[in-house]
């Protein structure tokens, strides 16, 4: 809802008497006579009832509400909740390995269910508490205005720029073999038709593809992408493209 928008209605309590104590004068009315006053009572009490809108203060959307139609209502009672479009924010949950890369001014893209275009957002900060069910840590991302309208409760995809490396060299992640006891990356290179094994050292990941920070692999480099394991060095290939 917008900011102004008619969202209800309170009955002011001496005109809302006054419809009822016609409507009762009304309901006991035995002659003709009486049936007529009570009719026209009931018609100067509708016409005189004082309706007083409930607008809301500000852009949002209802959270919850204590009041329903036909209830009566106190001064200083709670009719309704609404969240400030302005707070909404998205949370997002990331493995905790990644975490320490957070850092607040961090440009996001957020995916939405349902809608093909992605929401740029901006990371606030990381918030304390963590899952150790899947260890993650929970991470605020600031909305533009449009998107602050969006519904509560969406279910989304963030992605976090941490760093941007112009002009890197990347493989595909199924190019690089790592040792899992001591953690050496390799990479089986093509040189004149045969597999040349050299240790690298990997920077960002993304979308399937890593980056190679060393040695320095010139562009258009073939690398062999499968059946690594067990390849031997000098064994001879076909490059494929």
């Known amino acids: 809802m917008r900011r102004g928008q008619t969202i209800g209605s309170i009955v002011a309590r001496?005109?809302?008497?006054?419809?009822?104590?016609?409507?009762?004068?009304?309901?006991?009315?035995?002659?003709?006579?009486?049936?007529?006053?009570?009719?026209?009572?009931?018609?100067?009490?509708?016409?005189?009832?004082?309706?007083?809108?409930?607008?809301?203060?500000?852009?949002?959307?209802?959270?919850?509400?204590?009041?329903?139609?036909?209830?009566?209502?106190?001064?200083?009672?709670?009719?309704?909740?609404?969240?400030?479009?302005?707070?909404?924010?998205?949370?997002?949950?990331?493995?905790?390995?990644d975490l320490p890369r957070i850092r607040p001014g961090q440009k996001a893209s957020i995916a939405v269910s349902g809608d093909p275009r992605p929401i740029a957002g901006t990371v606030h900060a990381r918030l304390p508490g963590a899952n150790p069910a899947d260890s993650t840590g929970p991470v605020r991302i600031d909305l533009p205005e449009p998107a602050r309208r969006l519904a509560l409760g969406i279910v989304g995809m963030a992605r976090v720029t941490v760093g941007e490396h112009l002009d890197a060299t990347v493989v595909p992640d199924a190019a690089i073999l790592r040792d899992d006891v001591t953690g050496i990356a390799r990479v089986a290179l093509v040189t004149e038709n045969k597999a040349h094994w050299v240790v690298v050292t990997t920077g960002i990941k993304d979308e399937g593809r890593t980056e190679i920070v060393a040695p320095p692999l010139p562009a258009g480099q073939p690398v062999i992408v499968s059946g690594l394991v067990g390849l031997p060095e000098g064994k001879l290939v076909a490059v494929e493209r």
């Open 14 to 97: 001496d005109s809302e008497a006054a419809l009822s104590g016609a409507r009762e004068m009304l309901r006991q009315a035995s002659t003709t006579a009486e049936v007529a006053d009570a009719e026209r009572a009931v018609a100067i009490a509708e016409k005189n009832l004082v309706h007083k809108p409930i607008t809301a203060s500000w852009d949002g959307t209802v959270l919850s509400h204590s009041a329903s139609a036909g209830d009566r209502v106190s001064e200083d009672q709670e009719i309704l909740t609404i969240n400030d479009a302005d707070s909404t924010i998205f949370l997002a949950d990331i493995a905790q390995a």
